[in-house]
């Protein structure tokens, strides 16, 4: 647990780690990036408790990272979207994939498949297009899965 | 607390989060990246308990992220240092620092400014020199207190 006295220390990566810095909140923002946005799916997909996944939905609503939209009125159904500021992580969990798939290899090759929605190059090490050249961002790459089905 | 089934998921992102998915780890990281590579000096800075600092360092190690010198024999004493594995988690920290200092800003200004070695410039939403357009990486960032002495 990191002690409160650390709010105090002068440091955005610090700051930023108070909110995102319990790895649930990054795997939730992963999910809901990429397509996985009802409360039941998120649940599935995590593996995590409904008590866990709701706490930490709240907080980062309350922060302003994820939105709730409602889509179905009766019942009352909502889908989980991320905000302008949470799009913003995508490049930390772009890095934090191509760094997995190098170092912590799956046996059966990379679960997940960055591509440019465009040219079909995949991010280079700094997240631009091996193939083009341009910077790839979340709203021209398509992230599938790896895997032959 | 993650549930270890989430190993059996196909996710490169879920995997880096294994190894960084505490917060403490990515500080850990952040401080001997900076130059805070000193056992006391890491307990100084983080504000963190010996005993969880220890943990931490011996689990970074064995996974390859940091690596251990020895700078003095008698007194036998050690330094941190990022291995090219930790460094290549770089850009993570950098983008977590423009997040943070977008959406957390501290009171006096960005505490931490990140400047490109050649040219003096700023890294963009790309990690790109925002003066010549040069990709910035460790090993040509220069990483300086933002707070006026």
Request: some cysteine; glycine content about 8%.
């Amino acid at each position: 647990m990191l002690r409160r006295e650390y709010d105090t220390q002068f440091c955005s990566i610090a700051r930023a780690l108070e909110v995102l810095g319990e790895r649930w909140s990054l795997l939730i923002l992963r999910d809901v990036m990429l397509g996985v946005r009802r409360f039941d799916d998120l649940v599935t997909n995590l593996g995590i408790t409904r008590s866990v996944l709701t706490a930490r939905l709240d907080f980062l609503i309350a922060e302003g990272v994820l939105k709730r939209d409602l889509y179905q009125e009766h019942p009352p159904r909502y889908e989980y979207r991320a905000t302008e500021k949470g799009r913003q992580l995508w490049p930390v969990l772009m890095h934090l994939m191509q760094w997995g798939d190098e170092h912590y290899p799956a046996p059966g090759g990379p679960p997940r498949i960055a591509a440019h929605a465009d040219c079909g190059g995949h991010p280079d090490a700094q997240l631009r297009c091996d193939r083009c050249g341009e910077p790839m961002g979340i709203r021209n790459t398509r992230v599938s899965s790896g895997r032959k089905s």
